[in-house]
């Protein structure tokens, strides 16, 4: 598995998800999984099979986080990749970049306590029926990071049913950190190829720092890449 | 303009220092020369109280590769691999203005790591504050606290540098004086480092980063006086900071150093384009020209004057090699930065500045940087104490759990979970020990070797007896590496005193200096760099003072043994004994702060070559893996070490020996002791009397509740210790009055 780790100025979570994918997620003598960087201004993903849009505070995101990053030119690459149903992960500033590029519904705002919140929070998964989720249980409990100043999902309600209904709710919090509506802590688009999340499953791929819970995302992108290899 | 004797005071010169400028000069100033020689004289610049004091430091050492003179310090870790820290204060700008006060501290010592090539990986902050409770300005310091935690991690939660550890202390002393004291630390290959040296007569002087503004005129000067009522109107003084901006500079900085075309870089701090460009050049033994005309400015119309003294932040000023300058410019486009060629590298060793072809100042170099008045101020009085030095007499506690709880309820002891939670301690994935323990922990990736710091002082202590207070201060540091596994290899240290033309504060400071001096040699700690923050007085009420410690060691990377009891039926072994205690040495403990209300007498008493054998033999013990928790006794002494190291899940059960009162045996807080918890305790004894270290099996871990007796078997301790978690997280959240996280 290719995967292309867009770099915004400001991001500051892409060394950490390009070295999950090529130190943690590819272990020593395997050749399974690769990352590069994608620069910002750039008008193609190139060749990958799967694109991360890494944490961070792109362009400064003084305004709403990810209102400016969504018309950098990769955005327009970004859009086409996914409608050709290539995987896209948005992880915390990532989730927030996809909302406001209108590829995931609703948007993120201020956390309801006011302050930038660092911890581990549960994560139930809802589904796992999603290439980003196919190697959980459905149910299980994922101890991840959240790192977040503008965290808290909103939508209006009949979105929230459509995201019920459609069974694209990917994870909730156990205990919600931040106040997002029906507990959402990240959501799939119709395609179920865009993941949006708050958490960071980069952050959780080593024992060293803490868990290896994050990998489980990152195996089901692979597992889903490789039998779509097979499948052509 | 002629320069009247109110010009040369509103620039805080004496007369003795503007004859001094005329001499060096050999003819007077020019009004724009004043303000450029009054921010290069400002204490803050030039340490001019302090200078013949700081050489008392040991500055050598086996690791270090650069000591104190450039922007930062370096050690070697091995392979061929160095890191470069230090720690800076922003005391007054974060009294004045407390959310951009502490956010541009922040932004000032990180580009003081990246300016030396090398990438930060961490951060740490010293803060003392006013107290939230019983004080008239409890609001204001809730407020103050408040403004400057959110600055903090405003800045680096941004920039994208995890602040994985540090200290927090309240003390009426400090609520017209915050101190906010930012210790950062960066990694890169030895041969990456630059340093901040002009060189090649001709080579162009290039200007990177945000435009010049007005903002923080005079900031260096302003730093270097105490404050009044009037100090309000200095807010304007205060920069204002863009850590987005700071992120792109650093990506920049780093890409334009591999191409080869950078000679020296500086950032441009207090005294801005004045410093850096002064400083570069006197390093280099060479003069450096400047064309105002071709700075770029954020507003109009502005002066030479102000424009050499702004300190509008994310700025940095290259000296290119010549005929490479595109190659840089290139770099910085790419990362939407400013980057023009202002001037020159010039024979001769002046700094001329032009503006509208008018020469504005020319000054040389080794005057603004190098020969400022050193002052050897009076301080052969007793330093400043006001507390009472014999043992004060106080009552059999009536209830011992009650004092426990309100000791780790109190905000000095309690969790600071609701500080350290906004700030981002975990992004480039590698912390290994975040804030909360005694030792923050990161690793580097590209080698085996994981980094250690700590940040301590203890300011009740140096007013006690600012030489004693300060050894304790790097004896603790240096323990709290230990405690880790880490062997302490260097040192910085912020001092943070008051009006230094007192000579009974002046005392202070030197009493201080000595005693780092003496630790930091006896502990092979040397201090690689550092600052010195003075005047932190208001209206003639000075700090405590306090001398702040930041100590980095080196370990091996594995997984670091952590300061909570991990499962029950564990033996308690208290590495370095229970210690002595007497009722003099209890008056600086936070028992008689807490519970009594009082201070007085003496800090704890610090025997240096024990303190180091106990350091030796927990290294040794964390390096075999005997231990499954480890954790310092410092503030509250034994019992809130067990109470700290205590889960809602596994407490202990610990019986005391030593014959001491209790409230001393319990609380006491002499130094030289770790809490370990072990499956291995024979194993662990072994070592200790091979090290020549006292220390036995105190207790066990048993589950839910913590529990004390003396040797008579009479219980003094026994509570929850789920209620003991509960009060020490509630704690800082209810004196801020503000809620949980949720």
Redesign the interface.
Known sequence: MKVGVVVFPGSNCDHDAWYAINKNLNRPGQNVASAEFIWHDAHSVGQVDAVILPGGFSYGDYLRCGAIARFSPVMQAVQKFAADGGLVLGICNGFQILVEAGLLPGALIRNAGLRFICKEVGLETVTTASPFTSTLQKGETLHLPIAHGEGQYIADERTLDELDAEDRVAFRYTENPNGSMRDIAGILNAGRNVLGMMPHPERACDPLVGSTAGLAIFESMLGAVVSGERAK | MTITPEIIKHHQLTQGEFDKIVSLLGRQPSYTELGVFSVMWSEHCSYKSSRIHLKKLPITGKYVVQGPGENAGIIGIGDGWVVAFKIESHNHPSYIEPFQGAATGVGGILRDIFTMGARPIAVLDSLRFGPLTGSAVAERNARIVAGVV?GI?HYG????VPTVGGECIFEECYSGNPLVNVFALGVCRQEDVFFAKAKGIGNPVIYVGAKTGRDGIHGASMASAEFTEESKQKRPNVQVG????E??LLEACIEAMKTGAIVAIQDMGAAGLTSSSCEMGSRGEVGIEIDLDLVPQRETGMTAYEMLLSESQERMLIVAEKGREQELFDVFHK??LDAVTIGSVTEGGNLRITHKGVVEADIPNRALADEAPKYDRPHDVPPHRTAPLEAQAFAASADLNADLMKLVSSADLCSKRWI?????????????AGPGGDAAIV?V?ETGQSIAMSLDGNGRYCFLDPREGAKLAVAESCRNLSTVGALPVAATNNLNFGNPERPEIMAQLVEAVEGIAEACSFFDAPITGGNVSLYNETLGEGIYPTPVLGVVGILK???PVGSLFRSVGTDLVLVGGFGTMDGQRFGSSQYAKQVLGQLWGLPPALDMAYEKRVHEAMREIALLHLAESAHDLSDGGLAVALAESSTPEVGAKVTMAGGLRPEFALFGEAPSRILVSTKQAEQILVILSRHEVQGGVIGVTIGERLQIEDEGKNMLINVSTASLRDSSEAALPALLHT?H??
Not at chain 2, 242 to 245: A, E, I, Y
Not at chain 2, 420 to 432: F, G, P
Request: proline share 3%.
């Open positions: 959110s991690a939660n941004c920039f994208g863009d850590p987005f901006m992120k792109l990362w939407g350290w939670e906004q700030y981002d301690y975990q992004v480039r994935t590698n912390t290994l690793r990736k990377t594995e997984m809620q996280a949720v």
